[in-house]
C-alpha cells in the first residue's frame, strides 16, 4: 500500500506545496523511488522512500469528538501492516508528538494525536487520549472514518515532496518503484494523484457571537485562527498567515439549509441589518444558523465553521416576535 498524502501543515516550515508519500512492503526491498510525470510519459525520480511507513487499516470506526482538548471518549483500534506505536507523554503529544493521518469517510484525513498506545493483539493497537482535528482538519474528523480506513503514522520515514506551486491542482502521474528497479517493474504501483493546497486551507473561525443592537441590527463576531506561528503563547494576536483578511458568512434558512444571504468581508465582524433579517425570515430571529470561512487568495475557502447561534439581547434591544 502506497498512499499519497496532501495534509494540512505539521511544523509550519514545510513547503505549502508539498505532499508526504509512504510506502509499506513485505518484504521491504530496501527503499522505493517515487517518480512523477505530466503527461504520463517521460517520468522524473523525485523522492526517495527509504523506511517503511507505519500504517494500516482501523479495525473499529471513529467517531467525531471534542477539539481543543483531549478526547478521553473515543479510541483509535488499528491493525498495523507492520512496525510498532508506542505512548508518549502528555507534554511530547502537546508538542507534536504521535501525529497520525485518518482517511475519512468524505476522502479527506484528519490529523489527530495520541498519548496512549496498548497492543491488544497480533499487530492490533489501541490508541487513546487523542488531540483530535489538528492542522485545521475539524470537517474531516465531522465526516468519520469507517472499518477499514487507511491509517498512517507521520513520523520522518515519509518524506516531503514538493510539486511547486505551478502544479498545485494539476493531477500528475506518479510511480513508486523498488529502488534500482526500471519503471515498469512488475512491482511498481501507477498513481494519479494532485496536490491541492490542504496546507493552504484556512482554518475556520472559532467563538461566534451574536448581538442585537438597539436597532434591530445583529452584530455578528468571532475570532480568527492561524494556520502559521499560532503555537506562540505570549502572543498578542496570532500571524494572519493570508496575504489580506477576508471572509465569507453565509446566512442559512436552518442547521444544513438553504443559503439565504452572503456577505463578504474584510474583518471578524458583521451587521446583518434588521432589514435584511424580515426579508430573509419574516421575523427578527432568536437564532441564526451560519457558515463562516475565512478565505485564501489561493486556494478561496477554507475550512468552514457551521453553527446554530442563539441571538443575544439587551435589556434596551428589541423583543422579537
Known amino acids: 500500500m502506497r498512499p499519497l498524502l496532501d495534509l494540512p501543515l505539521l511544523k509550519g516550515d514545510e513547503p505549502v506545496s508539498a505532499f508526504r508519500a509512504a510506502a509499506f512492503a513485505r518484504p521491504w526491498l530496501g527503499g522505493m ?24 487499516e482501523l479495525s473499529g470506526a471513529l ?44 476522502g479527506s484525513r484528519e490529523v489527530m494525536q495520541f498519548a496512549q498506545a496498548e497492543l491488544v493483539g497480533t499487530n492490533a493497537w489501541r490508541l487513546s487520549r487523542l488531540l483530535r482535528a489538528q492542522g485545521g482538519t475539524e ?50 504501483t501507477s498513481l494519479q494523484f494532485a496536490v491541492d493546497g ?16 438597539t436597532s434591530g441590527d445583529v452584530t ?17 494576536e496570532v500571524p494572519l498567515g493570508e496575504d489580506a483578511e477576508a471572509y465569507e458568512l453565509e446566512i ?37 444558523s451560519l457558515s463562516l470561512t475565512q478565505i485564501s487568495a489561493h486556494v478561496g475557502r477554507g475550512s468552514a465553521r457551521r453553527a446554530t447561534v442563539h441571538v443575544w439581547y439587551s435589556e434596551t434591544g428589541p423583543t422579537p416576535d
Open 198 to 213: 490542504v496546507a493552504l486551507r484556512p482554518f475556520s473561525p472559532v467563538h461566534v457571537r451574536v448581538r442585537r443592537e
Open 139 to 188: 470537517e474531516s474528523m465531522t465526516a468519520g472514518a469507517s472499518v477499514g480506513a487507511a491509517f498512517v503514522l507521520l513520523d520522518t520515514g515519509l518524506p516531503l515532496i514538493d510539486v511547486g506551486w505551478d502544479r498545485l491542482s494539476l493531477p500528475l502521474s506518479w510511480r513508486v518503484v523498488p529502488t534500482d528497479r526500471a519503471i515498469d517493474d512488475d512491482a511498481a
Open 63 to 106: 467517531f467525531a469528538g471534542p477539539t481543543g482538548r483531549w478526547d478521553e471518549i473515543n479510541e483509535i483500534w488499528v491493525t498495523l501492516y507492520g512496525g510498532n506505536l508506542s505512548a508518549r507523554a502528555d507534554l511530547d503529544a502537546l508538542a507534536g508528538a504521535n501525529a497520525a493521518a485518518v482517511l475519512c469517510d468524505d
Open 252 to 288: 442559512l434558512a436552518s442547521a444544513g439549509g438553504t443559503v439565504l444571504r452572503t456577505l463578504s468581508l474584510t474583518s471578524p465582524e458583521a451587521n446583518y441589518a434588521a432589514a435584511d433579517q424580515i426579508a430573509d425570515f419574516g421575523v427578527l430571529p432568536n437564532e441564526i
Open 220 to 236: 455578528l463576531s468571532w475570532i480568527r485562527r492561524t494556520r502559521l506561528g499560532g503555537d506562540g503563547w505570549e502572543q498578542v
Open 33 to 56: 523511488t517515487v517518480w512523477c510525470s505530466a503527461s504520463g510519459a517521460g517520468f522524473e525520480a523525485v523522492s526517495d522512500i527509504s523506511e517503511p511507513a507505519t500504517m494500516g
